[in-house]
């Protein structure tokens, strides 16, 4: 047998025994063995992309939305280095991913070789672990076998273990390519199985549990101090945990600020769970999401004394000064992975564990304290008015931050929003009310780029199979286009465009004052619009200016599945105009 096919079969059966199930592959001829070996496995489904960046990002969605590894495999040369912008939010954001990349033999590496750069640990510390494997040889000893099915296995574990992220392996591989014979390839062939028969990995994980001083220390912590903050960041684990969270957030009166990627901010279990504990208030009214607007002024609160935090850095620049500027005597972030997401430095105490066990474990040892409610209601007060406020200026004005709260509000139960980065994610923090709706949100916050958000959304959608809308805005849907390929595929998926014709953000920043250079150089208004890239992918396209058309479109892509992208133009200018005076607005109500 081809060695190369040999080497490549077993590594590829032993992931689909550790579970592998998904591979994202772009075509490349130094990389024929594997993608022959993934096609032939019955146990894994491979998927095509012609661009590795989008690939990559790709791949990323499906592993966010699934929560397990999914591989990539490309040929040598840039096409691995198209990789790096996936491999970094995969590593930033704990995503768990296996790259596969074929490579030239070692002879040909430093000579000339067409197409043969240096792709030994290419990607630095971006990756967990990094393997440059040997080159198959003919009539390899066992022992050289067992590496091959013994890398495989470590290799998937290590990028799904308690801190998830990309797994780099290399594979060097001298031609010919492809199988000797010319009937069709099978990896579940006599030849694989005669070495292999004798020979199966095991792999387990468990979780990391809290001790009973831990649990000690931190009930007498939340008994002693009736003024604490429970903070859930992005990357809050997806299982139990708002269940949990919420649970333990009633227990203790601690008001749960929710970023929009926790998984907590749009929840709709908490209420009929949290029902069923007996607890004399909704956990949807403890949930805050108001604080993008009513923290850029004092709220005027004593401080809290304790903050209990979970997930990644909060997205919210407001919610970060706040915690920047208060003192509160103890600061908890409760992490299982063991990242740390502090860019201040103030956290007091850093615990590494599982932090659905110790919300279930906190709320059944609290289960007979009677908090004072004044600390909870001052907040929901404080809550509650920001909103009845706030919403009556959204359905006011018709702004880019107007469409989110609009959209959030006509998404079916259990649907997935990709929020994209700049504009879309900051106004989804500010105007997406916490409500009692299942919405899944995904972004890709990690390193937040705006390069392979429409990837990241259709993996999303493929991994799920649930309606899928994508929110980016035009200058992220531009750096992202070839990913519209995949668009067509999927009936599952909307893509929103919110075409404000540049990058909108920079108005925020100061450097909007110096014209020039601003327009030319930060805003970069490019006058185009989508219609036409839709027509090239096969999409049906919807273009809007109002609110009322907007409406109506989103009506149509929930209620009628198809490949669409929807095309809000706004001025961008006029955007940020409003956006400042309902802060101004808001800004006069809390003083």
């Known amino acids: 047998m081809n060695p190369n096919i040999l080497y490549s079969s077993l590594f590829v059966n032993s992931l689909a025994i550790v579970g592998l199930q998904s591979v994202v592959i772009s075509p490349g001829s130094r990389s024929t063995p594997l993608t022959l070996a993934f096609?032939?496995?019955?146990?894994?489904?491979?998927?095509?992309?012609?661009?590795?960046?989008?690939?990559?990002?790709?791949?990323?969605?499906?592993?966010?939305?699934?929560?397990?590894?999914?591989?990539?495999?490309?040929?040598?040369?840039?096409?691995?280095?198209?990789?790096?912008?996936?491999?970094?939010?995969?590593?930033?954001?704990?995503?768990?991913?296996?790259?596969l990349t074929g490579d030239r033999p070692h002879e040909l590496r430093h000579s000339g070789a067409n197409q043969t750069i240096d792709q030994v640990k290419i990607f630095g510390d971006q990756v967990l672990w990094s393997v440059d494997m040997p080159i198959p040889q003919e009539n390899p000893p066992e022992v050289a076998l067992r590496h091959v099915q013994t890398t495989a296995v470590r290799a998937a574990t290590t990028a799904n273990g308690i801190s998830k992220g990309p797994v780099h392996v290399n594979f060097p591989f001298r031609k010919p390519l492809q199988p000797e014979f010319s009937e069709p390839y099978s990896v579940i062939s006599n030849q694989v199985t005669i070495h292999n028969s004798q020979f199966t990995i095991h792999n387990s994980a468990g979780k990391i549990t809290p001790t009973t001083d831990q649990l000690d220390w931190l009930t007498a912590v939340l008994i002693q101090h009736p003024r604490g903050l429970i903070i859930c960041g992005p990357r809050c684990p997806n299982d139990d945990f708002p269940t949990a969270v919420t649970a333990l957030a009633q227990q203790t009166d601690y008001p749960l600020i929710a970023d929009p990627l926790s998984s907590v901010r749009f929840f709709s279990r908490r209420d009929e769970e949290i029902a069923e504990k007996k607890f004399a208030q909704s956990a949807a009214n403890s949930i805050i999401s108001g604080y993008e607007t009513f923290l850029q002024s004092d709220p005027g609160w004593p401080e809290p004394e304790v903050i209990v935090r979970f997930g990644q850095m909060p997205t919210s620049k407001w919610l970060n000064a706040y915690l920047n500027k208060i003192n509160p005597a103890i600061r908890l972030h409760i992490r299982e992975n063991g990242v740390w997401a502090d860019d201040s430095h103030r956290t007091t105490h850093f615990w590494q564990i599982n932090e659905t066990a110790v919300c279930q474990t906190l709320t059944t040892r609290l289960h007979h304290h009677q908090p004072n409610p004044t600390w909870q209601q001052t907040i929901l007060a404080t809550e509650q008015a920001t909103w009845n406020t706030l919403e009556s200026q959204l359905n006011q004005h018709w702004f880019d931050g107007a469409a989110i709260a609009t959209l959030l509000a006509q998404l079916p139960e259990g649907a997935n929003l990709l929020i994209g980065n700049s504009l879309p994610v900051r106004h989804l923090d500010q105007y997406g009310r916490s409500r009692a709706k299942t919405i899944h949100i995904f972004g890709n916050r990690g390193a937040s780029g705006i390069d392979g958000n429409i990837a990241t959304g259709l993996g999303v959608a493929q991994a799920t199979g649930r309606p899928t809308f994508i929110v980016v805005g035009d200058v992220t849907a531009l750096h992202d286009l070839n990913s519209l390929l995949l668009a067509r595929q999927m009936s599952n998926a909307t893509i929103i465009v919110f075409n404000n014709n540049g990058g909108g953000i920079f108005r925020r920043l100061p450097v909007s004052q110096h014209e020039p250079p601003f327009s030319s150089r930060f805003l970069t208004p490019h006058g185009r619009t989508f219609a036409h890239a839709a027509a090239m992918f096969e999409l049906d396209y919807i273009r809007v200016e109002n609110r009322s058309e907007f409406v109506n479109a989103v009506e149509t892509a929930v209620t009628n599945l198809t490949p669409r992208l929807i095309e809000l133009i706004t001025n961008g200018t006029k955007d940020e105009e409003i956006r400042q005076k309902i802060n101004n607005i808001m800004g006069k109500f809390r003083s």
């Open 39 to 99: 096609e032939a496995h019955p146990q894994i489904e491979t998927f095509l992309h012609l661009d590795e960046r989008g690939a990559g990002f790709y791949a990323l969605g499906m592993a966010l939305a699934s929560n397990k590894p999914v591989a990539l495999v490309c040929t040598s040369g840039t096409a691995v280095a198209n990789y790096l912008p996936a491999i970094i939010e995969a590593r930033m954001s704990q995503v768990p991913l296996l790259v």
